[in-house]
């Protein structure tokens, strides 16, 4: 935790997700307006002190829908990151531990999946269940799994074969209480990596699916369903576009960092130097 | 690579690009509905989809329809359009190389802007250089494709009038979505490009040809750049299939007729013969850009090619 502080760019990425966190949880009580409140007289309007980042086409507070667009991203980060480790822990785990046929058979159908762009899988499972904001944050979840079976079973064939392992196994502990007492817990690391960086593809491909039409459905205060919308005044009213998207862009940022940094700290030996 | 290697691999590709078939295949039939009506669209007669039901064995069991869809895809058939009633294999054409030509033209900024950033941060270490450049490949892979492209049009069409916000008609018109897909690309070149020439750096054979007074720039374009291609050719092959999937935003953005903006408009119309026919053509991409890959390690590396 002390090597965490020490890190630069994790304490930069740390601030920038809590600060995220934060404005999520109290939007209620920190947005100056109500989001979906529409004032027709005064739509694109440019920033000014009543409405920081502006009004939308319809009259409504920007910033407003930022902030509570926060909350929205958060929760499609939170469930799509649980669905893929639902998903992809317990195939990684089994392929990893068992080996042999099973291992070969998932590993290829794993290396096929991982080799499609997160947005056209999302994109496959969205045209199957149809567009919305639930589908899209299991299509997101969905498309991670393959990626999450990988690692999982590179971690577990790394820590199978450590002295500690062989020594429990060689001390006549079960197979189970070898895999849960032994090689999960030290799988966890790598997987926490991931998670946080998961998060911010997730928060970019629910981006990528509302923007396209897929994802959130307007009035949904989304990222990307709101500049969907905002694209079609980028002449006349670019503040609409722009503080959505810079907020996304931030918000990323800081996952990266906070990724990279934990990657540094938990798993020297990956590190980007 | 000898032409047996290359032949296996093609052979070992074959299961994987069946994996997708059945996955496309899949899709339709996982819609909720009868198959025939939704391959048909919602506009079409009963006899219309009678017919496509007899053509493609709607009613017979999955494995035999199964078997009725590849000997079409063998042929080279995809289907029809419900929204033209025209074979998507010919719509399908131009759009595809549209999209090539995007992701092409993209993956060279990439590869160019990534490649010099990384090189640069390695070289001169913990520089305001270094410094820069890992600041440039962080906002590049954090930024949502299609904002920066959504920028780029403010800037220079809109506000400087410098180049068209759309459409196609030459260079001019490629520059913008071109950049803007790069910029993704170029963030991950970087930090790829810079990470594996600091490890090819603090190797002996650099020290060896520092120590026997080769200039610095062929030290580190003719020694240690060319030792740190291989992690940085996969990259760029992968940037390569990520960025044939970010071209699905940038076309949307810059009203580019590709592939990605006919699988939007596409789903739109719930026209599931185009969506299958560009999932497997998109598939068939990733498969030959891993093979060139693959291939390519021959090229950078002997010690690849001896084996």
């Not at chain 2, 990605?260 to 998109?282: C, K, S």
């Amino acid at each position: 935790m002390s090597v965490l502080l020490r890190h630069r760019g994790a304490l930069v990425g740390a601030a920038i997700v809590l600060l995220l966190a934060v404005v999520a949880l109290l939007a209620p009580w920190l947005a100056p307006h109500d989001p979906n409140a529409m004032r027709l007289g005064e739509n694109l309007r440019p920033p000014s002190w009543a409405h920081p980042f502006g009004t939308d086409s319809l009259g409504r507070d920007v910033l407003s829908q930022v902030m509570f667009g926060a909350r929205i991203s958060l929760v499609i980060g939170g469930v799509s990151v649980g669905l893929a480790l639902l998903g992809g822990v317990p195939i990684g785990l089994a392929a990893g531990f068992a080996g042999g046929w099973l291992d070969r058979l998932t590993m290829r159908l794993v290396d096929i999946l991982v080799s499609f762009p997160t947005i056209l899988l999302a994109i496959i499972v969205i045209t199957i269940f149809g567009p919305g904001l639930r589908n899209a944050m299991i299509a997101i979840g969905i498309a991670q799994v393959p990626l999450y079976a990988r690692l999982t079973r590179g971690a577990v064939l790394k820590v199978k074969a450590l002295d500690y392992v062989l020594a429990a196994r060689a001390s006549g502990a079960r197979e189970s209480r070898v895999l849960w007492r032994h090689v999960v817990p030290n799988c966890l690391p790598p997987l926490l990596v991931q998670s946080t960086l998961f998060f911010a593809t997730a928060i970019l491909s629910a981006a990528y699916l509302g923007f396209l039409g897929l994802g959130a459905q307007p009035p949904t205060a989304e990222w990307g369903t709101m500049l969907s919308k905002a694209r079609d005044f980028l002449r006349v009213a670019p503040h609409v576009s722009i503080f959505p998207g810079l907020t996304i862009m931030v918000t990323v940022i800081g996952l990266n960092l906070l990724g990279d940094g934990l990657r540094d700290v938990l798993d020297p030996r990956t590190r980007i130097a | 690579m000898t032409w047996r290697r290359l032949l296996a691999r093609l052979i070992a590709g074959v299961p994987a690009l069946l994996v997708v078939t059945v996955l496309v295949f899949a899709i339709v039939r996982l819609i909720p509905g009868d198959p025939a009506r939704i391959l048909a669209g919602d506009f079409a007669t009963d006899q219309v989809v009678g017919e496509l039901r007899e053509r493609w064995q709607l009613d017979r069991p999955w494995p035999i329809q199964y078997v009725t869809y590849l000997r079409g895809l063998l042929r080279g058939d995809l289907g029809r359009s419900t929204a033209t009633s025209l074979p998507v294999a010919a719509d399908l054409g131009e759009r595809f190389l549209r999209t090539l030509e995007l992701a092409a033209a993209a993956t060279v900024i990439g590869v160019l802007v990534g490649g010099l950033a990384g090189v640069l941060g390695a070289t001169r270490r913990a520089s305001a250089v270094d410094y820069l450049a890992t600041v440039v490949a962080l906002v590049g892979v954090s930024t949502p494709i299609f904002w920066s492209g959504l920028i780029l049009i403010l800037l220079f069409s809109v506000r400087l009038e410098w180049l068209p916000a759309g459409g196609t008609g030459g260079f001019v018109h490629l520059v913008l979505p071109a950049v803007s897909l790069g910029l993704f690309g170029a963030g991950v070149v970087a930090r790829q490009t810079r990470s594996s020439m600091l490890e090819v750096l603090g190797e002996e054979f650099v020290r060896t040809a520092r120590a026997k007074g080769l200039a610095e720039r062929a030290v580190v374009y003719k020694h240690a750049l060319r030792n740190a291609l291989i992690p940085i050719v996969t990259v760029v092959g992968d940037q390569f299939a990520r960025l044939l999937g970010g071209a699905i935003l940038t076309e949307t953005v810059f009203s580019w007729p590709g592939m990605g903006r006919y699988l939007i408009e596409a789903i739109a119309m719930r026209d599931y013969p185009v969506i299958q026919a560009i999932i497997l053509v998109f598939a068939a991409c990733f498969f030959v850009v891993n093979l060139l890959v693959d291939i390519s390690y021959g090229l950078v590396d002997p010690r690849v090619r001896a084996e």
